[in-house]
């Protein structure tokens, strides 16, 4: 009897034995499947703000150009500052979830998780319904098909909230800034001066635009191009015959080779350069946070560059070509000989010629991407909005200024003065504004 207990003792604490040991591979197996899942979970989140689309930032530009572009209320020129508003606002919203580089104006970081993706969409939508309300519509629609490619969760719901306030930081900054001061430019027309001219004979285009604040410089005057030449000098001269022969609309100097260049960089800067930097995400293989940061280094930097353009123009407020040779019995120089009938190839456009807007758009652009990608090759692709279909390519940025700076003269729209003195203020611009803005920090993403 006492052998049978003991038997069956002994083979209950085996079954005892077994079941934990059946307990404790369950519950072992338990911890190891929740661990796994809160790894992938981690991994996941990780990797979706890893491979945020860099694409967003390209589709959220080219959005904002045409949404820019088809404001009646706005002219050609503030779209440049408008544009800079809104890449100033997704690059913080950017770094300020992914890190990397410095912010410009908002120094908040984002919450572990956040999209970067959702916070760019955002940024650039509220900026850009705070400043063409009218665009509401469109705008919205294109804000919900961006974020309908991102899946609902905390990730996204933060992106949106950060980028929110990152535009709205940004909308705070330029409030009183000096938008649509009531400026007119009121120089008396004398020799050298500009006034309205033909065939539509209209004011100034946004003379106030020369007074708004910078977004990265210290002043509209940081920069500033000397004064142009005299009518009565040896420079004057020399750039007055060379756009009276190469630059009138029935040129028999101008080869086809040249009208072909002139042409060419004829249409609408912002849209030309606007469509290259765009590319350049695909080009140079740039990720979320690298294409913000290029958009935001270009567009602030034009943007300041144009102030700086527009304010000399206001200052100087020096005559047009079509005025000058027309007129060039009144300069008091011996050596320009008038023509009355004198039309240039391009209509000129509704602004004092020196220095050139154009000019300092293409010298913005390819200095800043030399000194931002550190590199001599540009890999530009630019196409005309001028002439459709037409495309050029260019690797060497001064080769692409050298062009822009004669198209300009053979259009018969600039002196050959103005166009060079833009391609200086671009040059010694975007050395500034990169060596002080958009700098690498050591930072880590984990917050």
Known sequence: ???????????STRRRKAHLRCWLAAFTA??????????????????????DDPTVITDWNEIAVTTLLGDTTKQLVEDFLYLGFVQAAVYDAVVGVEGRYAPYRFHAHAPHGTSAQAAAVAAAHKVLVTYVPSAQASLDAAYAASLAKLPDGKAKTRGIAFGTRAADNLIRLRANDGRNAPILFTQPPAPGVWRPTPPAFLPMSAPWMGFVT???VRSATQFAPPAPP????????????????????????????????????????????????????????LDIVDAARMFAAMDMSLADAEISV?????????????????????????????????????????????????????????HGLEDLFRTGHLQLTLSSTAVPGVVRH???GRVLRRDVVDARVWLGIHFRFADTA??????RLTAWTLDHYFQPIHESKER
Not at 1 to 11: H, N
Not at 34 to 45: D, E
Not at 422 to 427: L, V
Request: glycine share 6%; aromatic share 10%.
């Open 30 to 51: 338990a911890i190891l499947l929740a661990t796994l899942a809160t790894g992938t979970a981690t991994a996941a989140t990780e990797a979706s703000t890893a491979t």
């Open 422 to 427: 833009s391609r200086e203020i671009g040059r």
């Open 230 to 285: 005299a009518p009565t000098s040896a420079r004057y001269t020399r750039d007055f015959n060379q756009v009276k022969a190469l630059g009138s609309l029935t040129s028999t100097e101008r080869t086809a080779t040249q009208t072909d260049t002139a042409l060419f960089f004829s249409g609408n800067a912002l849209v030309q350069f606007h469509a290259a930097l765009r590319d350049q995400v695909t080009v140079r293989h």
């Open 1 to 11: 009897m006492r052998a049978f207990i003991q038997g069956s003792s002994s083979s």
């Open 394 to 396: 260019y690797d060497s």
């Open 310 to 366: 527009w304010h000399a123009k206001y200052v100087y407020g020096y005559w047009r070509p079509i005025t000058a040779i027309n007129l060039a019995d009144t300069d008091g120089n011996p050596a320009t000989v008038a023509d009355p009938t004198w039309v240039p190839l391009l209509t000129t456009p509704p602004y004092p010629d020196y220095p050139s807007g154009y000019n300092v758009v293409s010298s913005t652009v390819s």
């Open 214 to 216: 910078p977004l990265l």
